[in-house]
């Protein structure tokens, strides 16, 4: 979700529009286009809920084979965790970091780094969506 070449003036922006309007941003992130396609196409519904990771842990992992997909459906994969957990979780809320990288801040203060555990779960399998969701959840 970096997107270097926009330079730091626009970082500035999306950390702006995410204080003026959070509900926007956070409609922006859940998009995960690639990821809703590819659960589409297996059947997978994706309603935003933790159900839903469950049911993308099950799917059989073919992106896993083309090197073009893997790291945009991993992106894609760390958007959704982190779309169902501030969806579901008490006062989890997105928070851009000044390198522009998306990440959700839990009531209690810690940042989870939901790309990057997306990306780790595209390429492995490991750990479950499900999984982080529940680690997650409890805190």
Same mark, same amino acid.
């Given at each position: 979700?970096?997107?270097?070449?926009? &330079?730091?003036?626009? +970082? +500035?922006?999306?950390?702006?529009?995410?204080?003026?309007?959070?509900?926007?941003?956070?409609?922006?992130? %859940?998009?995960?286009?690639?990821? !809703? %396609? #590819?659960?589409? #196409?297996?059947?997978?519904?994706?309603?935003?809920?933790?159900? %839903?990771?469950e049911a993308l842990d099950q799917m059989v992992p073919r992106w896993r084979d083309d090197a073009e997909i893997l790291p945009w459906l991993g992106n894609d994969a760390g958007l959704y965790l982190g779309t169902v957990?501030? !969806?579901?979780?008490? &006062?989890?809320?997105?928070?851009? !970091?000044?390198?522009?990288?998306?990440?959700?801040?839990?009531?209690?203060?810690?940042?989870?780094?939901?790309?990057?555990? &997306? #990306?780790?779960?595209?390429?492995?399998?490991?750990?479950?969506? %499900? #999984?982080?969701?529940?680690?997650?959840?409890?805190?």
């Amino acid at each position: 979700m970096n997107i270097p070449f926009l &330079g730091h003036r626009h +970082k +500035k922006d999306v950390r702006t529009a995410l204080a003026a309007d959070p509900e926007a941003v956070a409609a922006l992130l %859940s998009e995960c286009e690639l990821l !809703r %396609s #590819q659960a589409a #196409q297996a059947g997978v519904r994706l309603d935003d809920t933790p159900a %839903s990771l469950e049911a993308l842990d099950q799917m059989v992992p073919r992106w896993r084979d083309d090197a073009e997909i893997l790291p945009w459906l991993g992106n894609d994969a760390g958007l959704y965790l982190g779309t169902v957990v501030v !969806r579901t979780v008490t &006062g989890a809320v997105w928070r851009i !970091r000044p390198d522009g990288e998306p990440v959700v801040l839990l009531a209690s203060g810690r940042e989870v780094e939901v790309v990057a555990a &997306g #990306q780790e779960w595209a390429a492995s399998g490991a750990p479950e969506l %499900s #999984q982080l969701y529940a680690e997650i959840a409890e805190t």
